[in-house]
């Protein structure tokens, strides 16, 4: 089970670190990734991080402003977003697969989501 949290109401600039924490014994075996829905689009991917933490990728999107990484002793992952811009508004969700992937498809696991709005 994955539970994200963090998420709120931000202006233009600012910051948010995301939360997602998982229960059960075998998060350190799963990669992890995080994912945003923004109204009337499509879920689309954010980026990811490998089981152990040494990968990460990111959609182009939010290179060099978001930052994941991920705490496998207390089973959870973070997002921390900088430069929040209006369009980073959106519901944000973690997943959790044995595989990396960049796809909604690629994961078998989610969390229920968390609101980040942005504004300018």
């Known amino acids: 089970q994955l539970q994200a949290s963090g998420g709120g109401l931000v202006q233009a600039g600012g910051s948010l670190r995301l939360s997602c924490a998982a229960s059960g014994r075998t998060f350190a075996s799963y990669v992890m990734g995080w994912f945003r829905q923004a109204p009337g689009k499509e879920r689309e991917f954010v980026g990811t991080i490998s089981a152990g933490g040494g990968y990460t990728n990111y959609a182009d999107s939010v290179k060099g402003r978001f930052t994941i990484s991920r705490d496998n002793a207390k089973n959870t992952v973070f997002l921390q977003m900088n430069s929040l811009k209006p369009e980073d508004t959106a519901v944000y969700y973690c997943?959790?697969?044995?595989?990396?992937?960049?796809?909604?498809?690629?994961?078998?696991?989610w969390g229920q989501g968390t609101q980040v709005t942005v504004s300018s």
């Open positions: 997943a959790a697969d044995r595989k990396l992937g960049y796809s909604v498809g690629s994961y078998n696991y």
